[in-house]
Protein backbone atom coordinates (compact mmCIF):
# COMPACT_ATOMS: atom_id res chain seq x y z
CA UNK A 1 0.00 0.00 0.00
CA UNK A 2 1.39 3.27 -0.87
CA UNK A 3 0.17 6.82 -0.10
CA UNK A 4 1.04 8.92 -2.76
CA UNK A 5 1.09 12.86 -3.24
CA UNK A 6 -0.36 15.00 -5.79
CA UNK A 7 2.41 17.51 -5.96
CA UNK A 8 1.41 19.88 -9.13
CA UNK A 9 -1.71 20.92 -6.96
CA UNK A 10 -2.66 22.36 -3.66
CA UNK A 11 -5.34 19.62 -2.67
CA UNK A 12 -6.19 21.71 0.66
CA UNK A 13 -7.44 24.81 -1.30
CA UNK A 14 -10.95 24.95 0.47
CA UNK A 15 -9.94 26.77 4.09
CA UNK A 16 -13.54 26.02 5.43
CA UNK A 17 -13.16 21.60 4.70
CA UNK A 18 -13.98 20.51 8.06
CA UNK A 19 -13.47 16.14 7.95
CA UNK A 20 -17.15 14.30 8.42
CA UNK A 21 -17.26 12.88 12.51
CA UNK A 22 -15.61 9.71 13.07
CA UNK A 23 -18.49 8.36 14.29
CA UNK A 24 -18.23 3.69 15.12
CA UNK A 25 -21.73 3.01 14.48
CA UNK A 26 -22.19 5.24 11.77
CA UNK A 27 -19.02 3.51 9.81
CA UNK A 28 -20.78 0.40 10.94
CA UNK A 29 -23.64 1.21 9.41
CA UNK A 30 -22.08 1.73 6.07
CA UNK A 31 -19.92 -1.39 6.17
CA UNK A 32 -22.63 -3.93 6.79
CA UNK A 33 -25.55 -2.20 5.54
CA UNK A 34 -25.25 0.64 3.30
CA UNK A 35 -22.04 -0.13 1.15
CA UNK A 36 -23.56 -3.44 0.34
CA UNK A 37 -26.56 -2.65 -0.41
CA UNK A 38 -25.65 -0.01 -3.13
CA UNK A 39 -23.15 -2.46 -4.64
CA UNK A 40 -25.85 -5.09 -5.21
CA UNK A 41 -28.26 -2.50 -6.11
CA UNK A 42 -25.72 -0.82 -8.45
CA UNK A 43 -24.27 -4.29 -10.04
CA UNK A 44 -21.02 -2.98 -9.60
CA UNK A 45 -18.77 -5.32 -10.80
CA UNK A 46 -16.13 -8.05 -9.79
CA UNK A 47 -12.20 -8.11 -10.85
CA UNK A 48 -11.90 -4.34 -12.14
CA UNK A 49 -9.71 -1.43 -11.58
CA UNK A 50 -11.40 0.65 -8.86
CA UNK A 51 -11.35 4.35 -7.58
CA UNK A 52 -12.63 5.84 -4.32
CA UNK A 53 -13.17 9.70 -4.13
CA UNK A 54 -13.33 10.90 -0.93
CA UNK A 55 -11.96 7.90 0.50
CA UNK A 56 -11.55 9.11 3.97
CA UNK A 57 -11.13 6.80 6.44
CA UNK A 58 -11.18 3.60 4.41
CA UNK A 59 -14.50 2.46 5.39
CA UNK A 60 -16.21 2.00 1.73
CA UNK A 61 -12.57 1.17 0.37
CA UNK A 62 -12.27 -2.22 2.58
CA UNK A 63 -15.86 -2.78 2.19
CA UNK A 64 -15.47 -2.47 -1.58
CA UNK A 65 -12.54 -4.99 -1.16
CA UNK A 66 -14.23 -7.80 0.44
CA UNK A 67 -17.12 -7.45 -1.68
CA UNK A 68 -15.78 -6.86 -5.58
CA UNK A 69 -12.54 -8.05 -5.29
CA UNK A 70 -10.83 -5.67 -7.76
CA UNK A 71 -8.15 -6.14 -9.31
CA UNK A 72 -6.58 -2.85 -8.35
CA UNK A 73 -7.72 -0.17 -5.88
CA UNK A 74 -7.30 2.98 -4.83
CA UNK A 75 -8.49 5.92 -2.73
CA UNK A 76 -7.88 9.54 -3.59
CA UNK A 77 -9.02 12.10 -0.37
CA UNK A 78 -7.61 15.56 0.38
CA UNK A 79 -6.98 15.10 4.02
CA UNK A 80 -3.96 13.45 4.97
CA UNK A 81 -5.44 12.38 8.64
CA UNK A 82 -7.54 10.15 7.06
CA UNK A 83 -5.22 8.77 4.33
CA UNK A 84 -3.53 7.92 7.74
CA UNK A 85 -5.99 6.31 9.37
CA UNK A 86 -7.33 4.72 6.10
CA UNK A 87 -3.85 3.41 5.76
CA UNK A 88 -3.78 1.61 9.24
CA UNK A 89 -7.54 0.21 8.39
CA UNK A 90 -6.46 -1.52 5.18
CA UNK A 91 -3.33 -2.73 6.37
CA UNK A 92 -5.08 -4.27 9.37
CA UNK A 93 -7.26 -6.03 6.96
CA UNK A 94 -4.43 -6.92 4.61
CA UNK A 95 -5.95 -5.37 1.32
CA UNK A 96 -3.57 -3.45 -1.04
CA UNK A 97 -4.84 -0.26 -2.11
CA UNK A 98 -2.67 2.94 -3.58
CA UNK A 99 -3.73 5.63 -1.10
CA UNK A 100 -3.82 9.12 -2.78
CA UNK A 101 -3.62 12.82 -1.36
CA UNK A 102 -5.84 14.64 -4.14
CA UNK A 103 -8.66 16.49 -4.65
CA UNK A 104 -11.74 15.71 -6.79
CA UNK A 105 -11.09 18.77 -8.37
CA UNK A 106 -7.92 17.59 -10.01
CA UNK A 107 -8.17 14.20 -10.24
CA UNK A 108 -4.01 12.98 -10.56
CA UNK A 109 -4.53 10.17 -12.72
CA UNK A 110 -4.88 9.81 -15.96
CA UNK A 111 -7.88 9.27 -17.99
CA UNK A 112 -8.98 5.75 -18.22
CA UNK A 113 -6.99 4.72 -15.55
CA UNK A 114 -9.99 2.70 -13.75
CA UNK A 115 -12.94 0.97 -14.79
CA UNK A 116 -15.03 1.65 -12.27
CA UNK A 117 -15.14 5.29 -10.26
CA UNK A 118 -17.06 5.16 -6.58
CA UNK A 119 -18.10 7.83 -4.36
CA UNK A 120 -20.26 7.53 -1.57
CA UNK A 121 -20.97 10.95 -0.87
CA UNK A 122 -17.92 13.47 -1.68
CA UNK A 123 -19.26 14.61 -4.47
CA UNK A 124 -22.26 16.39 -3.11
CA UNK A 125 -20.02 18.36 -1.27
CA UNK A 126 -17.87 20.23 -3.75
CA UNK A 127 -18.71 22.77 -6.67
CA UNK A 128 -21.04 21.07 -9.53
CA UNK A 129 -17.88 21.29 -12.50
CA UNK A 130 -16.10 18.54 -10.18
CA UNK A 131 -18.90 16.18 -10.14
CA UNK A 132 -19.15 16.26 -13.94
CA UNK A 133 -15.27 16.16 -14.03
CA UNK A 134 -15.60 13.14 -12.01
CA UNK A 135 -15.58 10.56 -14.53
CA UNK A 136 -12.52 11.30 -16.70
CA UNK A 137 -10.36 8.59 -14.42
CA UNK A 138 -13.10 6.07 -15.38
CA UNK A 139 -12.99 4.09 -18.71
CA UNK A 140 -15.32 5.46 -21.59
CA UNK A 141 -16.97 2.40 -21.21
CA UNK A 142 -16.87 2.52 -17.37
CA UNK A 143 -18.83 2.89 -14.43
CA UNK A 144 -18.77 6.11 -12.70
CA UNK A 145 -21.05 5.53 -9.92
CA UNK A 146 -22.17 8.33 -6.73
CA UNK A 147 -24.26 7.13 -4.39
Partial sequence: MEIGRNHGHDARSDDAYRPFANREWRNSIQRRIE?????????????????????????????????????????????????????ERLSARA?????????????????????????FGTCYHVAEPARRRRGRAGARAGRDVCA
Wanted: charged residues 20%.
Fill in 95 to 119: IDADLVYGDVQALPFPDETFDVVID
Fill in 35 to 87: IPLLVRALELPASKRMLEIGCGRGVGLSTVAGLCRPTSLAGVDFDPTLLAISH
